[in-house]
């Protein structure tokens, strides 16, 4: 019990265009869903709180234009990079939570050309 | 508020040998303490978790975890490593803010495991 999707995996695009990543919790629901970012051999940055039916809730020096978050419904959470350029070349992870346990997904390489 | 120290960035032990891998935590309220294990390009993986209950705690993959109030510390281990516990594992401790439980993540400990 409790997995958590993630899609896509792995994605490459060109500057300047706008990806999306989604989240699904698969056999549970999650009023709240977390999105991280990780770069190479550091801990989780926490990016941002999504919480169903309302705006997300972001950190310190995360810029909410950029990184628009949609929770739509109590499985789905979606991550879009607008405008993305090569500086947003990461690894991003998102996690759902389940009482007091956050169960994350597989996470999506992001490379942008 | 809240914190996590995890002692020791890499690790390596021999195949076979115990594994300690220690977290200490710093919480003005009773914590919730949790161990992921991430391998690399993945998601983290639950591995065990506190919550206020039995002080020793048994979890996936052999791996088990001491809450110890007086020393702040969740150290986990495991009495003999294989080969496949090779991962980076991370300790974290819960904070509530705004309404919303979040985490405290430690830097993480990369574990060797030598044949």
């Known amino acids: 019990g409790a997995v958590v999707s993630q899609h896509p995996s792995r994605v490459i695009c060109k500057s300047g265009t706008s990806v999306k990543i989604e989240c699904r919790s698969l056999?549970?629901?999650?009023?709240?869903m977390f999105w991280y970012r990780q770069f190479p051999k550091q801990s989780l940055m926490l990016m941002a709180t999504s919480n169903e039916g309302s705006k997300a809730t972001y950190e310190q020096g995360v810029e909410k234009d950029k990184f628009l978050i949609n929770h739509a419904s109590l499985t789905l959470s979606t991550l879009t990079v607008t405008s993305a350029h090569p500086e947003d070349s990461s690894f991003y992870i998102c996690s759902a939570l389940l009482g007091e346990t956050q169960y994350f997904g597989p996470g999506t390489r992001l490379l942008v050309l | 508020a809240q914190s996590v120290t995890q002692l020791g960035s890499h690790v390596s032990v021999s195949e076979g040998a115990l594994v300690l891998l220690r977290c200490n935590y710093s919480?003005?309220?009773?914590?919730?303490l949790f161990w992921y294990v991430q391998y690399p390009n993945q998601g983290l993986q639950l591995l065990l978790k506190y919550t206020s209950a039995a002080t020793l705690v048994k979890g996936i993959n052999g791996f088990e975890a001491e809450f110890k109030k007086s020393e702040t510390s969740f150290h986990l281990t495991k009495p003999s490593a294989h080969m496949s516990d090779a991962a980076e594992y991370f300790c974290a401790v819960n904070g509530y803010t705004s309404g919303t439980y979040t985490y405290i993540f430690g830097t993480g400990t990369r574990l060797k495991v030598l044949a």
């Open positions: 919480s003005s309220v009773p914590p919730y």
């Open positions: 056999d549970f629901q999650a009023t709240t």
